[in-house]
T-cell receptor
Framework: GEDVEQSLFLSVREGDSSVINCTYT??????LYWYKQEPGAGLQLLTY?????DMKQDQRLTVLLNKKDKHLSLRIADTQTGDSAIYFC????????????FGTGTQLKVEL | DTGVSQDPRHKITKRGQNVTFRCDPI?????LYWYRQTLGQGPEFLTY????????KSRLLSDRFSAERPKGSFSTLEIQRTEQGDSAMYLC????????????FGPGTRLTVL
């Protein structure tokens, strides 16, 4: 089955850029998503990218997809304390039903 | 607010008891999903419905788990004879049948089995 991996922690200073990385194994991915989860809460959809795209920008968020290396990244510009949360990448596969396969999440800590 | 809602938000039960959770999807969404999230992990797929039909179930969904969506609107997830290993956050998501199938999540129900 699909395996999605993320680094566990990232610490940045307020105002810097954050880059959260994700790798996946199945090349038949169709859509790839980034979700944000704050403590005790559900998942908030941040953005998504279709597998035939290389990049998508949405305000402070930039998603880069390297399909050859099966690598996805989320860049947050001008990171704020309110961005502190756990960030999950998730992959939707062709022929994988409609289930999302999630990574283990990256905890982003923004320091003053 | 017209997002996905779940009830209850928290449930504490004793081992061996039955529990039932409810999910109300976004009103125009015809697909509904259940996921389970344990501490420190990403959500894992349990099952999904298109309208009232349950189209896929994970191996994680043992015989003690049953999900329904009788009228294609809200859904219930029941766990019978709960075990301590069932303690987790149960997340519901919904989507509209389209090419992106973007799933929107509810706040979750946190289950603690004592």
């Amino acid at each position: 089955g699909e395996d999605v991996e993320q680094s566990l922690f990232l610490s940045v200073r307020e105002g810097d850029s954050s880059v959260i990385n994700c790798t996946y194994t199945d090349s038949s991915s169709t859509y790839l998503y980034w979700y944000k989860q704050e403590p005790g809460a559900g998942l908030q959809l941040l953005t998504y990218i279709f597998s035939n795209m290389d990049m998508k920008q949405d305000q402070r968020l930039t998603v880069l997809l390297n399909k050859k290396d099966k690598h996805l990244s989320l860049r947050i510009a001008d990171t704020q304390t309110g961005d502190s949360a756990i960030y999950f990448c998730a992959v939707l596969l062709t022929g994988g039903g409609n289930k999302l396969t999630f990574g283990t999440g990256t905890q982003l800590k923004v320091e003053l | 607010d017209t997002g996905v809602s779940q009830d209850p938000r928290h449930k504490i039960t004793k081992r061996g008891q039955n529990v039932t959770f409810r999910c109300d999807p976004i009103s125009e969404h015809n697909r509904l999903y259940w996921y389970r999230q344990t501490l420190g992990q990403g959500p894992e797929f349990l099952t999904y419905f298109q309208n009232e039909a349950q189209l896929e179930k994970s191996r994680l969904l043992s015989d003690r788990f049953s999900a329904e969506r009788p009228k294609g609107s809200f859904s219930t997830l029941e766990i019978q004879r709960t075990e301590q290993g069932d303690s987790a956050m149960y997340l519901c998501a919904s989507s509209f049948d389209s090419s992106t199938d973007t799933q929107y999540f509810g706040p979750g129900t946190r289950l603690t089995v004592l």
